[in-house]
């Protein structure tokens, strides 16, 4: 094979396995397999760069616009959607499209029905099969260009499949919804959290910061999918219906959300709407309705639009998951940190499957500002599968002299007195034995992410506590088989395999111990980057305010509270018990470097951080990483005055500019191999 065929038959071969993965969600070959397609790939289109084509898979992430996006005209407008709200609103669609066909036909009409998936709207246009643009929806009539952004989207082909008839020809528009997965979701609002960055309240507000995002790849990280359910007519389509437009679509290798279904009348699609309004939980994406839409092509131009929607087709919405049931009581809760915050008890409620009892409320404020009463008849609701919130107090049905909720002055759990400090709204416990901050650090303390106990739950932990076997995480080093075997359901077995448990969290790495220790805002990879840094829990204790703040991923806030933690005596003495029953206090990856100059024998990276842009043409992203990370360095997405360097490849984003208005050295790929060489 030539080169140009070699390279021609990697792409076909890459584009197959992308789509086994990210649309069809059945992967053939593992990840390593994959990445090695991509580097033979990579580095063929490095030697022969004229051979490189724009719909190459390599091209994924590329350059971005300078000014924000161009506004872009759509050819068609992009139509919104009537909706319906119930059965009987969807039996009038169904008169209304018969009365709309001037031979309305005596069977029932076919539809095809579709979960409306809860993202942003996106136009595609593909020139003789190759991604050529993507526009968002913007008022309908003029969207904006987030090409840049759309091809970062690894469902999204940049070229169509050309093996079924007819082939993708001349300019063809497709339209579809782009989303962010909810586990996509969960994690980076763990993330967010970790960061103490404001959370997304949903996929779609989180989707679409990412498409606006000016750096395509900070929008690649984010693990946007994307589903296409239209393809706008040229009115040359061989095939009589929508459901033949779906096969064509998929057959040319767009991302098809799997679950539509062709109806033969009204009836069938009232079925799918009941199935789809209890089993939408479990979709891996949040939806909220379902689309209902007239087969025929033919008919569908018969019956037209109005200037808003289509005629042919409504949206129908999912019944709110909304209940009503009596708030009997608020409670408090203690958290690890020593927030007390409130929570509702309600009269059991069945809502959409499950039965609710509790509900979050936040905080004091929150209760006061929503005037939640005590014995108040209240409106609860569920969202994705988060905990369930109270959306307001019915007043009509309220009791005269009901009387407003009183937040607690003195823990539940400890009788301590509560503190709120200045301009927070939560409570806290400060008592550092209240039982249940003890309870909850040590839950975190064993948790998977943590040291990893397995077997050390919460039914356990609340006995060894109550029956004050546990005061803090270091006492659990110090149990023995005899007093584990002595609690309530647990055997000889059970206890010696805690035990052995516990002793293997002894060689957890120190990132594992920092994150454990529950310090208020320091996060999974804070934990890292301080173990990465500081190599060991000496260096760190050593190590002033301004060293920790030096660390990348440090803000200030974490640096000032870690310090704050680490200067407490009763912390000192718990990390100091901690080491004594043998528990490791270094990383296996050892740093200190550019915090007390850079260390004799250490690596030229160690402890530098590395902002990459553009596209290296003989490694992949990940492999530059792995590289950086292999030698101590670090890998950030923004440049900052805390940049060591920024590596610019091919077509380098507006990191460059950034490095260069801040001074940062800059390096292009030669000078980096030749760094990555050095060491
Ligand atoms: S068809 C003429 N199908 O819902 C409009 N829309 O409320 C044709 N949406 O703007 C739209 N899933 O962004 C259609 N399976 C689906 C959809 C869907 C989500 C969105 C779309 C539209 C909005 C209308």
């Not at 039996?91 to 031979?103: K, N, P, Q, T």
């Not at 040590?442 to 106990?453: D, G, K, Q, V």
């Not at 670090?634 to 380098?652: H, L, W």
Request: proline residues 6%; glycine residues 8%; hydrophobic residues 40%.
């Amino acid at each position: 094979m030539n080169p140009a065929e070699r390279i021609a038959d990697l792409r076909a071969r890459i584009r197959h396995h992308e789509e086994r993965y990210f649309v069809l969600a059945s992967p053939e070959i593992s990840d390593a397999e994959f990445d090695a397609l991509m580097r033979e790939l990579q580095a063929l289109e490095h030697q022969h760069p004229d051979l490189v084509t724009p719909d190459s898979p390599t091209r994924r992430v590329g350059g971005r616009p300078a000014e924000g996006f161009a506004t872009v005209e759509h050819v068609v407008p992009l139509l919104s959607l009537d909706n319906t709200y119930s059965e009987d609103e969807l039996r009038s669609f169904d008169d209304r499209v018969r009365r709309g066909l001037a031979e309305p036909p005596a069977r029932p009409i076919p539809y095809v029905t579709e979960l409306k998936i809860d993202g942003l709207s996106i136009a595609l246009t593909y020139e003789d099969g190759v991604l050529v643009r993507g526009v968002t929806r913007g008022d309908g009539v003029r969207g904006e260009d987030v090409t840049a952004n759309v091809r970062t989207i690894r469902a999204i082909p940049l070229s169509l499949r050309r093996d079924h008839r007819p082939t993708p020809t001349g300019a063809i528009e497709v339209r579809g919804e782009v989303y962010l997965p909810r586990q996509a979701f969960e994690r980076l609002n763990r993330e967010r959290e970790e960061h103490d960055a404001p959370l997304f309240a949903n996929p779609r507000n989180a989707a679409a910061g990412a498409m606006r995002n000016l750096d395509p790849g900070a929008a690649a990280r984010r693990g946007l999918s994307a589903y296409i359910y239209q393809l706008v007519a040229r009115g040359d389509e061989p095939w009589p219906t929508h459901a033949e437009t779906l096969e064509a679509l998929q057959a040319w290798g767009l991302p098809i959300e799997p679950n539509w279904r062709r109806c033969a009348g009204m009836d069938e699609v009232i079925d799918y709407c009941r199935e789809w309004a209890e089993g939408r939980q479990a979709l891996a994406f949040d939806t909220d309705g379902v689309v209902v839409k007239v087969d025929s092509l033919v008919w569908r131009e018969r019956l037209g639009a109005t200037s808003k929607f289509p005629r042919w087709a409504t949206a129908f919405k999912f019944p709110a998951q909304q209940a009503t049931t009596r708030l009997l009581r608020i409670e408090v809760n203690v958290g690890r940190t020593g927030a007390v915050t409130p929570y509702a008890v309600l009269e059991p409620v069945r809502l959409s499957g499950s039965t609710i009892q509790m509900a979050t409320l936040h905080n004091e404020q929150e209760v006061a500002r929503r005037d939640i009463r005590p014995g108040d008849f209240v409106v609860v609701e569920k969202g994705g599968d988060v905990i369930p919130k109270i959306v307001m107090p019915v007043l009509g049905r309220r009791e005269p002299d009901l009387a407003p909720w009183v937040m607690p002055t003195t823990c539940p759990a400890c009788g301590s007195w509560l503190h709120r400090p200045e301009g927070e709204v939560v409570w806290r416990c400060l008592n550092t034995a209240c039982p249940a901050k003890v309870r909850r650090s040590i839950e975190h303390f064993a948790s998977r992410r943590a040291m990893n106990i397995d077997g050390l739950g919460e039914a356990v932990i609340d006995q060894l506590v109550t029956r004050e076997l546990v005061r803090d995480a270091a006492d659990l080093y110090r149990l023995t088989a005899d007093q584990i075997e002595a609690l309530e359901r647990m055997g000889q077995k059970s206890a010696a395999k805690l035990i052995a448990q516990i002793e293997h969290s002894k060689t957890s790495d120190l990132s594992r111990l920092l994150y454990g220790l529950g310090i208020r805002h320091v996060g999974e990879r804070g934990a890292a980057a301080l173990a990465r840094t500081f190599g060991s829990i000496d260096a760190l204790l050593a190590a002033s305010r301004d060293d920790v703040e030096r660390v990348p991923d440090i803000g200030p806030v974490v640096a000032s509270t870690l310090r704050a933690y680490l200067d407490e005596p009763g912390n000192r003495g718990l990390i100091d018990r901690l080491r004594a029953a043998g528990v490791n206090m270094t990383t296996a990856q050892p740093a200190p470097s550019f915090v007390e100059g850079s260390a004799a024998g250490g690596s030229a990276l160690q402890g530098k951080t590395f902002v990459l842009t553009g596209t290296l043409a003989g490694t992949s992203r990940e492999e530059a990483t792995a590289a950086i990370e292999a030698r101590g360095g670090k890998v950030s997405g923004s440049v900052s005055r805390k940049t060591s360097f920024v590596v610019a490849g091919d077509e380098p984003g507006s990191k460059l500019e950034k490095a260069r208005e801040l001074g940062v050295p800059i390096l292009d790929e030669e000078a980096f191999r030749q760094l990555i060489m050095e060491r």
